[in-house]
């Protein structure tokens, strides 16, 4: 059901990044990780990474145990690029942050499954036994247990469990 990547996986740690990858973990074709100066992207044991994942991680990112990340997703902490107020006249007083915008972490806790082109955006907790449903735009934190759909993300379900198989 997944489809064919004919792309390597290419992974880019800057000065100082770290990628801790516990027993067992796989990254499929296509895929792209990649990690600011003095960060660390730690996936954990048993998780399952798709073909032509995005992962891009400005400041750290974490995530659990037995975790599925359907082919296509996009995983990303920060906004791509400084945002400015159109009526300042001086932008380094307007931000804080150096390129690459604002940041804030994801977490993806233990026994998740993110469906197939999810986007999870700056600053989300994902809660251990949820799921995001496929095309999903995660904006906010998700509640353990619990089914999210849509753009943005909104809870379909709670008290859920599922298995992977």
């Known amino acids: 059901m997944n489809p064919p990547i ?25 895929s792209y990780l990649g990690v600011w100066p003095d960060q660390t ?13 995005f992962i891009n991680t400005k400041c750290g990112l974490s995530i659990g145990r037995n975790v599925l990340i359907a082919h296509e997703t996009s995983i990303m902490d920060y906004d791509g690029h400084p945002i400015f107020s159109t009526t300042a006249t001086n932008h380094s007083a307007d931000i804080d942050e150096t390129y690459g915008g604002a940041a804030k972490p994801i977490v993806i806790e233990n026994d998740v499954w993110i469906g197939f082109r999810a986007v999870i955006l700056k600053g989300c907790t994902i809660g251990s036994g949820s799921i995001i449903g496929a095309g999903a735009c995660v904006k906010s934190d998700v509640p353990p247990n619990t089914i999210v759909a849509g753009n943005p993300a909104t809870i379909v379900k709670q008290g859920i469990s599922w298995r992977k198989y």
């Open 6 to 30: 004919g792309r390597p996986t290419r992974i880019r740690l800057r000065k100082n990044a770290r990628l801790m990858l516990e027993p067992n973990t796989s990254i499929l074709s296509g």
């Open 41 to 53: 992207l730690r996936i954990g044991e048993n998780t399952s990474i798709a073909q032509g994942v």
